[in-house]
């Protein structure tokens, strides 16, 4: 499958140490920095694409575009995803902020594909 792909991230400065929560969901905080989603089914500001590695050092955050997440249950290709309460992707449920559309699932742990939405829907 041929895929054409446009990709859009700003740079926000970290919060914490976050080298290990790349490709999970985050959230800007009242500080103006990103934090990761830590809680499920809330809403997200996009996906954090690199390593930040100390509070106050810049994170690349995406907004538009195709994203790789980790993926915090099974999901399926096309499934609605919601970030859990670690910033990984899941499957959304009733009630859920939709972050995206999984383009490429797999298994809990797992890098999958989201489409991220540009604005955010809640599951009914």
């Given at each position: 499958m041929a895929r054409q792909e446009a990709k859009l991230c700003v740079s926000i400065p970290a919060s914490a140490d976050l080298s290990a929560a790349q490709f999970r969901f985050v959230l800007t905080n009242s500080s103006g920095q990103i934090a990761v989603v830590a809680s499920a089914g809330g809403d997200a500001d996009g996906v954090l694409d690199d390593k930040p590695a100390a509070a106050g050092r810049p994170g690349s955050v995406q907004i538009f575009g195709i994203a790789k997440v980790v993926l915090g249950g099974t999901v399926?290709?096309?499934?609605?995803?919601?970030?859990?309460?670690?910033?990984?992707?899941?499957?959304?449920?009733?009630?859920?902020?939709v972050l995206g559309r999984a383009l490429v699932g797999g298994a809990s742990g797992a890098l999958g594909e989201i489409l991220l939405t540009s604005s955010h829907h809640i599951l009914a």
């Open positions: 399926t290709a096309g499934d609605k995803v919601q970030s859990d309460a670690a910033g990984a992707a899941s499957s959304a449920a009733s009630g859920d902020h």
